[in-house]
């Protein structure tokens, strides 16, 4: 027997020509992903650090107590402005869900039936990909116009709209992972189809359309366009939904961009609060759906 060909430190298939150039391009795309995943790692790390280093000295208890203060004065806080947001994120969270929930449902159930079916998805993907600002300014034109004052309810209805089709969306997703032997098994009892589709079908995914909705609120937390058209803003603490209102992201806005040290600092402490709000909402749905697939 030859010996050239036991040898085991001889390769038994030579290493041709094709097989050379397809590991070089196999070796080239792996160092360029993780290229491009250490720079967007280290501007990520850039704007989080920045934001913490100059955040975090604007933290106090004023902050959470006290309203914007008045151009040139001392002191202050984001109280109004945190109350704000909470009250038009609040509602348009309300309006928002049960929308989507719903004609994710109807998606889910009867999306391959009907054209309108077919034109409710497509209507949800141009929203989904519209320009925020687009969205307020038709805010603006159908309610603020007509009504001739800005309002949180406006507010509202904008964050509603852009909250809409991404509830819809993750709604009509989750409810498609349901096995189709579950429902079977469900229809074979004789449970009419609404009711499969309620008790059935939506509570075997609920965890991931709680997911959807906490994406929802996170994505629009920190609009600024919409509520610039919409909701405005209001130095003064106000509970009144039905007139201006200060909100986060507008307060940011004007603050960032104004010449007093005290406003800067605040724009700082307000845009750190907002970051850590969408970065908890964001880590709680994550976690909710890696802990319940439907099987």
Do not use: C
Not at 10 to 20: A, D, G, H, L, S
Not at 84 to 106: E, K, Q, R
Not at 125 to 136: K, N, Q, T, W
Not at 205 to 213: L, M, R
């Amino acid at each position: 027997m030859n010996q050239a060909a036991i040898n085991p430190q001889e390769p038994i298939v030579p290493m041709n020509k094709v097989y050379r150039k397809r590991l070089f391009r196999h070796r080239m795309g792996i160092a360029m992903s993780v290229l491009a995943m250490s720079l967007g790692l280290a501007v990520l790390a850039w704007i989080l650090i920045t934001l913490i280093i100059n955040g975090f000295s604007a933290l106090s208890v004023n902050m959470f107590t006290e309203s914007t203060p008045a151009p040139g004065s001392e002191g202050g806080g984001l109280a109004n402005a945190i109350f704000g947001s909470f009250m038009i994120v609040g509602l348009s969270t309300l309006v928002s869900t049960p929308i989507g929930i719903l004609a994710g449902m109807y998606l889910a159930e009867y999306g391959n039936e009907n054209k309108l079916a077919a034109v409710t998805r497509f209507v949800t993907d141009i929203m989904l990909s519209a320009p925020s600002i687009v969205i307020g300014m038709f805010v603006w034109a159908a309610y603020v116009a007509t009504t001739n004052h800005y309002s949180g309810y406006a507010g509202s209805i904008a964050l509603a709209l852009i909250a809409v089709p991404v509830v819809v969306r993750t709604t009509d997703n989750m409810l498609r992972l349901v096995p189709s032997s579950l429902l079977e098994a469900a229809f074979a009892l004789g449970a009419p189809r609404w009711k499969v589709a309620m008790t059935v079908r939506l509570r075997a995914v609920k965890a991931g359309v709680i997911t959807g909705v906490l994406l929802a609120v996170a994505r629009i937390s920190g609009e600024t366009a919409p509520l610039l058209f919409t909701a405005l803003n209001n130095q003064f603490f106000s509970k009144d939904m039905n007139g201006p209102m200060a909100n986060l992201p507008v307060v940011i806005y004007g603050f960032a961009m104004s010449p007093y040290d005290n406003w800067r600092e605040l724009a700082w402490g307000g845009a750190l609060l907002v970051t850590f709000s969408v970065l908890a909402l964001n880590i709680i749905s994550r976690t909710m759906f890696s802990q319940k697939i439907p099987n």
